[in-house]
């Protein structure tokens, strides 16, 4: 059973923990009711309440999106009668930074091109409106949550920035690029520096109290504890061994407490899902103290059906409920259907979490129940929840062939005691008709009109047929003229020109008339009409609008261009999949 890999997912929780986003690359954010355990809302295809815009059509593009992440963000009232503001602020891999209101269910800003390059990390401090977030260019920016304005920003690396992070106060900022510095937010200078990370930091945090960082870095199966001390360069003063690298890391920082529980706590997510809870009542038994693992069991016949097996792919530590203990919050299973609970954590007890496959849509090949002499039960059903049905609902169109529309009706036949007394339930059914063996029949409508008619009557398809365009060409006026060969744009030129505008005016009905039946000769059809429309526009112009010529051309061509964005959708999505099965293979 091939272990899951959680460090394409981007999760994150809420101030309360009510509510829980995700996205796992296809540019959908799912935004999960932890209470309930179901969908609350999904965004796709974001647009600004701001734009107005034509081009802002709400479209199914999620696909081109590229979230790279993602951090909930959280003011605190300062009155008690107005409310806080909670916005879900995400980065690109464009360098956009926008931020969404869940409650409302729309986007609230939009930062363009904040970076030049990818966003790579979002952070803010405890107490205060301002969000900062990092990228590939080496500049951090300052945004103001309520109205998306940039307030500032500077140059705080000139190499790449893999991971950034704001004290809980707002008073400084760590970054990790080519090395780990830490950076004072009033006059951006370098207050210390660290060394010891040879790859890119993924995660890193500030503990509560400012004293340490936790950083993480790709590749790295290790959690290195840094001890803020001023100093001019610094070193690693504790590092906590995993079996996997970290993808999350949160921690608590206690000085003083009640019952002894004084210390410090750390949380970290592998990347394999499985949750490491450390305690230490300082850095030097922090150093020394062993992981508490915290993972997910599941059965392996169901696993074997699934591309990896169900996980831990978020947590938080919520509190210390005393000494070695901590009370933390997961989201386990799988990311279609994850399960949310609050765990009690003590330092040195594992935990196995057990995995619920209730609503997850399992091929029909895969028995749940086996009968006493092994044979498989196809008979059993496991039915779809919100969040694996997203598009079932929707209809699905039907194209019928020309040839059927003889077939005006169609009888159906049932039993006496299967015939429905609800009258409205089957209005599209005529009266019955009572036959001699005791059924009822039923005349049902079936005509529809025929896909390839209803797009000539829109112009989209020409009307022409196939044997008089042939003939067309075939004439001795263009038989010098071949349409399937790249002709010189010059030959072209001189080619038109050397017609009688009315020849010229005829070949053009005829191109049009091959566009609309051939879509794939666009890139030898359009040169030329291009040349007649220009080389003959007068005599084209005289002869409109009664051939209705530049209508058809006109209708073919805004047709070509609607198409043109969902099909370039159509095919991301395809490339996912294909990207996915030969992921899925390999790793059999």
């Not at 059973?1 to 959908?28: C, E």
């Not at 039907?398 to 039993?415: A, G, P, T, V, Y």
């Not at 080389?535 to 209508?551: A, C, F, G, I, R």
Request: with cysteine; hydrophobic share 40%.
């Amino acid at each position: 059973m091939a272990p899951s890999n959680i460090r394409d997912l981007l999760t994150a929780f809420n101030q309360s923990q009510d509510l829980f986003a995700i996205t796992s690359g296809d540019g959908r954010i799912k935004i999960w009711d932890t209470v309930k355990g179901q969908v609350q809302t999904e965004f796709t295809d974001i647009v600004s309440e701001e734009d107005t815009s034509i081009f802002a059509k709400r479209e199914r593009g999620h696909l081109s999106v590229d979230y790279t992440c993602m951090k909930w963000f959280t003011s605190e009232r300062k009155k008690k009668r107005k409310l806080g503001c909670s916005l879900l602020v995400l980065g690109t891999g464009g360098g956009d930074v926008l931020a969404l209101d869940v409650a409302a269910g729309q986007s609230k800003w939009r930062v363009t091109d904040c970076h030049a390059g990818r966003v790579s990390a979002i952070s803010f401090a405890r107490s205060g409106s301002s969000i900062y977030t990092a990228g590939a260019d080496g500049m951090i920016c300052e945004i103001d949550s309520l109205t998306g304005n940039l307030l500032g920003k500077f140059k705080a690396s000139t190499k790449a920035i893999s991971s950034m992070t704001v004290s809980a106060d707002g008073k400084i900022l760590a970054i990790a690029a080519a090395q780990m510095k830490i950076l004072n937010l009033s006059d951006h200078k370098k207050i210390q520096k660290f060394s010891g990370h040879p790859g890119a930091v993924r995660c890193m945090i500030f503990t509560e109290n400012g004293k340490y960082i936790l950083s993480s870095a790709v590749g790295e199966r290790y959690i290195a504890v840094w001890n803020i001390d001023g100093g001019k360069k610094q070193s690693a003063s504790a590092v906590l061994a995993m079996e996997h690298p970290a993808v999350f890391l949160d921690s608590r920082c206690i000085d003083s407490g009640e019952v002894g529980d004084a210390g410090l706590y750390v949380l970290a997510i592998s990347e394999v899902g499985v949750c490491y809870f450390w305690f230490g009542k300082n850095v030097e038994e922090l150093r020394n103290a062993k992981p508490t693992k915290i993972s997910v069991s599941s059965e392996d016949s169901l696993s074997e059906t699934h591309r990896g097996s169900p996980a831990i792919f978020a947590a938080i530590l919520q509190g210390i409920a005393k000494s070695a203990s901590g009370q933390i919050f997961v989201a386990s299973g799988l990311p279609v259907k994850p399960s949310f609970q609050k765990l009690l954590v003590h330092s040195g007890t594992d935990i196995k979490l057990s995995s619920s496959r209730d609503g997850v849509l399992l091929p029909m090949s895969q028995s749940l129940v086996k009968s006493k002499r092994g044979q498989d039960v196809q008979n059993r059903v496991v039915a779809l929840d919100r969040a694996n049905a997203e598009d079932a609902l929707l209809p699905i169109p039907k194209i019928f062939d020309s040839h059927e529309k003889k077939k005006k009706h169609e009888k159906l036949r049932f039993d006496k005691d299967e015939v429905m007394a609800d009258s409205e339930d089957s209005r599209s059914l005529s009266s019955p008709v009572k036959t001699k063996d005791g059924t009822v029949e039923f005349e049902l409508d079936t005509g529809a009109i025929c896909m390839e008619d209803r797009l000539r009557s829109l112009g989209i398809l020409s009307k022409v047929d196939d044997q008089t365009i042939k003939s067309t060409l075939n004439s001795a006026a263009f038989k010098s003229i071949d349409i399937q060969t790249n002709m010189p744009q010059k030959k072209m030129r001189a080619a038109v020109l050397s017609m009688v505008p009315s020849d010229a005016y005829k070949l053009l009905g005829v191109l049009v008339a091959i566009w609309q039946t051939r879509s794939s000769s666009g890139n030898y059809v359009l040169p030329w009409i291009y040349s007649i429309l220009v080389n003959h526009s007068h005599y084209v112009m005289s002869e409109e609008p009664e051939t209705q010529v530049l209508s058809s051309l006109f209708k073919v061509t805004k047709s070509r261009k609607a198409a043109i964005q969902p099909l370039l959708q159509l095919s991301g999505r395809l490339q996912l999949v294909v990207a996915q099965v030969e992921c899925l293979t390999c790793s059999h």
